[in-house]
C-alpha cells in the first residue's frame, strides 16, 4: 500500500512538472505571440465576432421570418348567456341560461412575416456594415497597441537585467575597494574618512541593487502578462538591449512619406462621422412609410374532454393572406426634432474629424522629434559614460596614490553610476520613441492580419 501512494505521488508530482513550460523569445517573436495570445488581443477579435454576428441580425430582420403558436384552453367555468326567454318556448320578459361553446380547445397557428419596405431597414444595413468596419479598425489599434506594450515590457526586462548586471559589477569593485582601504587604514596608511565614504557608497549600491533584482522580477511578470501568459512563466529573452538599440536607429524612418488612408486613427474618425451620417439617414427615413406582408396557415379543435390527440377527432382549418401599411402622419415635430438632433450630431462629428486630423498631424511631428532626441541623447549619453568611466578610472589611480581625496573618489563614481543609468534608459527610450513612430505611421501594417475568431 505504502509503495502505491508513493507511486501516485511520484505520477502527480510528474505531471505538474509536465505541465510547466518555459518561452524564449526574440522581440520580433514576443511581438507575434502577443498578436495572437495576449488578452487584449483575444477579447479584441471577439469583438470583430460579435460585430459581424451583429451584421446578420440586421441583416435577418428583412428576411422571412416564421412562427408558430400553440394554444390550449380549458374553460373551468365556462362562462354563461342570458338569452330571452321566448326563444326556448318560455314566458316573455324571461332568460334563459345557456353556455355556447366547448369546454375545452386547441389551435396550432403558423405564421409567415415578410418586410417588403423598410427605410430604416436598409440604413440599418448600411450602418451595420459600418460598424463591422469600426470594429475592424478598433482591432488594428489594439493590435498596434498591443505591440507596442510588448516592445516596452520587452526592453524594460532588458532594461532591468542590465541595471543588475552594472551595479553588481559596481558593488563588486567597491567591496573590493573598501576592502584595500579598510587594510590601509588598519596600517595607518589610509583616514577613517575614506573608509567611511566607501562605506556609504556601498550601502547605495547594495539598496540599488537590491531594488533592481526586485523591479527585474515584476518587469518579468509585467511582460508575461503583455504576452498572454502565466505571469509566473519562465521566459528567456534572446535579444540584447544593445542589439534592439543599434537596430532601432533608423533615421530614415522619420523620412518616410506619410498616408492619412494608413493612419488607424484617422480610418476611426471617418467611421464615427459616417455613422452620424447614417443616424440622420434613419431619422429622416422614419418618415417613410413601412410594408409587411404575411400568411398564416391554422388548425383548430374543440371537445369537452381532452381527445385532442384521438385520431379520431376533427380539426378545422384556416389560412389568412394579408398586406399591412404603416403610414407615419404626425408626431407633432417628435421626428422633426429628432432629425435635428442627428444633423447637429453629424457636424459635432465632422469638427471632430477635423480635429482628429489635426491631432494626428501633431502626433506624428512630435514622434518624430522624440525619436530624433532619443537618438540624440543616446549617443551622448554613450560619450558620457566613456568620459565617466576614464574620469572615475583616474580618480581612483589618484586616490590609491594619494593625490586626491576619498570625497573625490566618491563624486567620480557617483558620476559614473548616474551616466550608467542614464546610457541604459537612453537605449531604451530609442527603442520606445521609434515603436511610438511606427504606430503613428503604422508601418506594420497589421491591417492584413486573420480578423477571425480564435479563441
Known sequence: MRKLTIIAILLISSLGFSQERSYSFSMEEAVNFALDSSYTAINS?????????????????????IDGVVDYQNQLKQPVTLIPGEIAGGAPGSFVPVVFGTKQNMSLTGTLTQLIFDGSYLVGLKAAKVFVDYNENTNEKTLLEV????????GSVLLTQESVAIFEKNLATLKDNLKETQAMYDNG???EEDVEQLQITTSQIQNQLSNSERMESIAKQMLNLALGIPVDAEVNLEDSLEILTTESIALALTETEFNFENNVDY?????????????????????LPSINGFVNYGTSAFDNEFVFFDSETSW???S???VSMNIPIFSSLQRSARTQQAKIALEQSKTDF??????INLDLERAKSNYKFAIENYQTAESNLKLAERIESKNLIKYREGITTSFDLRQAQTQLYTAQQEYINSMLDVIDTKATLETVLNTPQLSNRDYSEKN
Open 45 to 65: 477579435r471577439r469583438e470583430i465576432a460579435k460585430s459581424i454576428k451583429k451584421k446578420w441580425e440586421t441583416t435577418a430582420a428583412g428576411l422571412p421570418q
Open 354 to 359: 477635423v480635429q482628429a486630423t489635426q491631432q
Open 267 to 287: 480610418r476611426i474618425a471617418q467611421n464615427l462621422t459616417e455613422q452620424r451620417e447614417l443616424e440622420l439617414k434613419l431619422e429622416k427615413s422614419k418618415a
Open 320 to 322: 389568412v393572406l394579408g
Open 189 to 191: 596608511f589610509a583616514e
Open 147 to 154: 505591440r507596442k506594450g510588448v516592445i516596452n515590457a520587452y
Open 316 to 318: 378545422f382549418q384556416s
